[in-house]
């Protein structure tokens, strides 16, 4: 069974960084491309960022670059995300999801809440 | 970017009815279309994916159709567990877009 678990969210002050981690299970985890998405309290669906198998393709998107870095451990099954120079609109659910190769999330995490907040 | 929009916001159904969702994107696509079901609370789960091909366990009464810039979301008789959010996504390029979103609603 497909299993991604968030952890390392929580309350940071504006400015602040958190470091967001995606322990998977139940597939072959470097076989597969991986996406951060969140979600806005009360809003949609944003896609963050992408890292193909072997991190030699990483993209974010525009309104975190520079900010945000994603990598990912094949050994230990893991999925990172830090995040630095946080502000308000960096709040929300944070999830980790399998891509299964054409940019599709396939399989999502139960996610992980980031409040920023001074 | 791709610019994804969905209609309508919100509707309101009733069990047993027809529901018909739509999105356009803002540039031709071809069928680079994945929809999502979201419960409150809950994580996103993908129902359909490249426009009209059914994700494995999802019920047979989620269909999905359209190419180039339209996509539209059927689900032919509305059951009670189906009362959700449901947004479109591109994956024809980065960055990957969703659409605004459309809560069914009782």
């Known amino acids: 069974e497909v299993q991604l678990v968030e952890s390392g969210g929580g309350l940071v002050k504006p400015g602040g960084s958190l470091r967001l981690s995606c322990a998977a299970s139940?597939?072959?985890?470097?076989?597969?491309?991986m996406d951060w998405i969140r979600q806005a309290p009360g809003k949609g669906l944003e896609w963050v960022s992408s890292?193909?198998?072997?991190?030699?393709?990483?993209y974010y998107a525009d309104s975190v670059k520079g900010r945000f870095t994603i990598s990912r451990d094949n050994v230990k099954n893991s999925l990172y995300l830090q995040m630095n120079s946080l502000g308000a609109e960096d709040a929300g659910v944070y999830y980790c999801?399998?891509?299964?190769?054409?940019?599709?999330?396939?399989?999502w995490g139960q996610g992980t809440l980031v409040a920023v907040s001074s | 970017d791709i610019q994804m929009t969905q209609s309508p916001s919100s509707l309101s159904a009733s069990v047993g009815d027809r529901v018909t969702i739509s999105c356009r994107a803002s540039?031709?696509?071809?069928?680079?279309l994945n929809w999502y079901q979201q419960k409150p609370g809950k994580a996103p789960k993908l129902l359909i994916y490249a426009a009209s091909n059914l994700e494995s366990g999802v019920p047979s009464r989620f269909s999905g159709s359209g190419s180039g810039s339209v996509f539209t979301l059927s689900i032919s008789s509305l059951q009670p567990e189906d009362f959700a959010t449901y947004y479109c996504q591109q994956s024809y390029s980065t960055p990957l877009t969703f659409g605004g979103g459309t809560k069914v609603e009782i």
């Open positions: 139940g597939f072959f985890f470097n076989s597969y491309s």
């Open positions: 999801a399998r891509d299964r190769g054409d940019d599709t999330a396939d399989y």
């Open positions: 890292i193909s198998s072997r991190s030699d393709y990483i």
């Open positions: 540039q031709t696509i071809v069928t680079y």
